[in-house]
């Protein structure tokens, strides 16, 4: 079973510090990794993507992707309280009959107090 | 900004009865799916498909679900005899390409079966 593993919080932060949200994946040949973010009871809606190992940045939000590790995560500079959502990460599988498949971890909570 | 349109929003059913849920995905994207999420848990892969069949689908996805591309536009859902554990907000998403594409999600349609 391939597993996608997150800590499901909350994680709270100060409004103005950094955010830094976790993600472990099982699978080794694992090749693109996404961050979502959801607000309640709405639908997934993408931050970043990430294949190579390094950093990668986009505004406030910087991904950082370790495939030794089997590592993804993902920081948040300045938070604001609009962040305050749930975070998921995807990964798309490696394998032949994986046709773009996402597996997603269960999310971490993110709450940004004033 | 384009983005994929689902229908209907919410859908309550009885037990039994059949649904189809409707998701226009964006205008030149070849790839399709269908998640689900059960509230409180997480994301869940339902069925990928290209080129007018399916690509890959889980076991979540037996045979009283359906997929069907009836037109060029619209990408259907079908759930043939409800159950109570096919509650749940239903996303469609699609990509422009299968690989490490991103895929894009609509908001959802909420699936209540009493």
């Known amino acids: 079973q391939k597993e996608v593993e997150q800590n499901s919080g909350p994680l709270s932060v100060p409004e103005g510090a950094i955010a830094s949200l976790n993600c472990t994946y099982s699978d080794r040949g694992s090749q693109s990794f996404f961050w979502y973010r959801q607000y309640s009871g709405k639908s997934p809606e993408l931050i970043m993507f990430i294949y190579s190992n390094g950093d990668k940045e986009d505004g406030r939000f910087t991904a950082q992707l370790n495939k030794a590790s089997q590592y993804v995560s993902l920081l948040i500079r300045d938070s604001q309280p609009s962040d305050s959502a749930t975070y998921l990460c995807a990964v798309r599988n490696a394998g032949g009959t994986s046709y773009g498949k996402l597996t997603f971890g269960q999310g971490t909570i993110l709450t940004v107090h004033p | 900004e384009p983005e994929v349109t689902q229908t209907p929003s919410h859908q309550v059913t009885q037990m039994g009865q059949e649904v189809i849920l409707r998701c226009v995905p964006i205008?030149?994207?070849?790839?399709f799916y269908w998640y689900r999420q059960i509230l409180g848990q997480k994301v869940e892969f339902l069925v990928s498909?290209?080129?007018?069949?399916?690509?890959?689908k889980s076991e979540i996805f037996d045979d009283q679900f359906s997929v069907e591309r009836p037109d060029g536009s619209n990408f259907t859902l079908k759930i043939r005899s409800t159950k109570l554990e096919d509650s749940a907000m239903y996303f469609c998403a699609s990509s422009a390409v299968g690989g490490g594409e991103t895929q894009y999600f609509g908001p959802g349609t909420r699936l209540l079966v009493l």
């Open positions: 498909f290209y080129n007018n069949e399916i690509s890959e």
């Open positions: 205008s030149n994207h070849l790839y």
